[in-house]
């Protein structure tokens, strides 16, 4: 039985004609609305509400040149087994780009990412009408790329910040791009980005980069208003930043986490993940990585259905008083239990020198054997497990060589439908 729709929920307003000066239709909020941050930005937020009884809470962090609402399909799925969700259109991004153009709201600026923080726990901390107030319930941090980076973030500095936290669910994680940068390009836009030039915009476009599988999709994207394909130096210098900081803190990481990555995706490192996790100290950490799968999982029409009810049943089951977690996994260590998923659909591999294959970790006790699944059109086929062979985990020291840094070499975004 097929969970979530089969279409991506990209928006286009029907009173929204094509040029420069036309914007969107910020009445049309799709059931979201707004609040007004510290410093007195006004921020979309949107809550995915449960029709039963809430049990679990999820801040929810959208990434790179998106918005929250295309993860409606994910979330109203959520709500549906009782997981309340919360989410914010980003500075820089969506609605809240829009409503802000008087501030000086730049396409793919963010201020830092301390002040998504802030606008992240703010909107943690307001009592929204039909669901439990802060810290009744059990809370989750989920997000996606940029989004994954800024929650591992986000935990790393302020789980304390978040009462009754349990946990946090990334998908492909930005803690490093796919392609590195040199050391002296990294300082050189460290440097631009805090003194000098860090609301310099530049576009970069990713659809050759076929970061969603489906081609019908990409049109989709590339029609949404709401998205966008501009970098920031400033963005640009704290996804560097940030990434080396979640890397260089991970033998103190410690929070529950599942973590979802495709070995294939040309957006964000997997080999950075693994390592990440390897590294980590947390009892409790889930992984699976991906063969033959592009960096938007959530949207993989072989997988969205699966990785769905994952990361429900990853949230339910750490939600009871007594979770049911797994063994104790020493630091510099993958888990024990580990599992690869390959679809059918062939894409071409990231390059890389180093054998860096390493088989899917799933170690949710509760989990369902395939056996008991029955078997439909739209099931995602069981894959048994493997044991891992660390041999293969690439070490820290190690990277894939980078060629001069050109605008080609920069983050890619989906390009916007002009």
């Known amino acids: 039985m097929s969970t979530l729709p089969r279409k991506s929920t990209s928006e286009r307003p029907a009173n929204l004609t094509l040029g420069k000066k036309d914007?969107?239709?910020?009445?049309?909020?799709?059931?979201?609305?707004?609040?007004?941050?510290?410093?007195?930005?006004?921020?979309?937020?949107?809550?995915?509400?449960?029709?039963?009884?809430?049990?679990?809470?999820?801040?929810?962090?959208?990434?790179?040149?998106?918005?929250?609402?295309?993860?409606?399909?994910?979330?109203?799925?959520?709500?549906?087994?009782?997981?309340?969700?919360?989410?914010?259109?980003?500075?820089?991004?969506?609605?809240?780009?829009?409503?802000?153009?008087?501030?000086?709201?730049?396409?793919?600026?963010?201020?830092?990412?301390?002040?998504?923080?802030?606008?992240?726990?703010?909107?943690?901390?307001?009592?929204?009408?039909?669901?439990?107030?802060?810290?009744?319930?059990?809370?989750?941090?989920?997000?996606?790329?940029?989004?994954?980076?800024?929650?591992?973030?986000?935990?790393?500095?302020?789980?304390?910040?978040?009462?009754?936290?349990?946990?946090?669910?990334?998908?492909?994680?930005?803690?490093?791009?796919?392609?590195?940068?040199?050391?002296?390009v990294s300082s050189t836009i460290s440097t631009l980005g805090t003194s000098f030039f860090p609301r310099y915009q530049a576009p970069s476009g990713a659809m050759e980069l076929n970061n969603i599988l489906d081609p019908s999709l990409h049109e989709e994207y590339s029609k949404d208003p709401y998205n966008h394909n501009f970098m920031t130096i400033r963005l640009l210098r704290d996804f560097i930043t940030y990434g080396r900081k979640v890397e260089d803190t991970a033998s103190t990481?410690?929070?529950?986490?599942?973590?979802?990555?495709?070995r294939t995706d040309k957006l964000t490192s997997c080999e950075a993940s693994e390592l990440f996790i390897k590294n980590s100290i947390a009892d409790d950490k889930t992984v699976k990585f991906f063969d033959n799968a592009r960096h938007e999982l959530h949207f993989e029409s072989?997988?969205?259905?699966?990785?769905?009810?994952?990361?429900?049943?990853?949230?339910?089951?750490?939600?009871?008083?007594?979770p049911p977690l797994p063994a104790k996994t020493p630091a510099g260590a993958l888990p024990a239990t580990v599992e690869v998923v390959t679809q059918e659909t062939v894409v071409t591999p990231v390059s890389t020198d180093v054998d860096t294959k390493s088989p899917d970790v799933d170690a949710d006790a509760t989990k369902k054997p395939a056996a008991d699944v029955e078997a439909t059109a739209d099931a995602v086929p069981a894959v048994p497990a493997k044991e891992i062979n660390e041999s293969k985990v690439v070490p820290s020291t190690v990277e894939e060589p980078v060629d001069k840094l050109e605008a080609k070499d920069l983050p890619q975004i989906p390009v916007e439908s002009s």
């Open 23 to 184: 914007l969107p239709d910020l009445t049309d909020l799709r059931g979201g609305n707004w609040f007004t941050a510290r410093d007195g930005w006004e921020i979309y937020w949107k809550a995915w509400k449960p029709e039963t009884t809430v049990v679990a809470n999820v801040i929810a962090v959208h990434g790179f040149g998106e918005h929250i609402n295309r993860y409606d399909p994910l979330f109203s799925f959520f709500a549906s087994k009782g997981i309340a969700v919360r989410g914010i259109d980003q500075r820089g991004h969506g609605r809240t780009h829009f409503k802000n153009l008087e501030r000086g709201s730049l396409q793919g600026y963010m201020g830092t990412f301390k002040n998504t923080f802030e606008d992240l726990l703010q909107l943690n901390e307001m009592d929204i009408g039909g669901l439990p107030k802060k810290g009744e319930v059990p809370t989750f941090v989920f997000g996606h790329s940029m989004g994954g980076l800024i929650s591992l973030s986000l935990v790393n500095l302020h789980a304390q910040r978040i009462p009754n936290f349990r946990g946090i669910v990334v998908q492909a994680p930005c803690i490093r791009t796919a392609r590195s940068f040199p050391s002296l």
């Open 302 to 322: 072989e997988l969205r259905d699966q990785i769905a009810t994952d990361y429900a049943e990853w949230i339910l089951a750490r939600s009871t008083a007594t």
């Open 253 to 262: 990481f410690s929070h529950p986490l599942l973590l979802y990555h495709s």
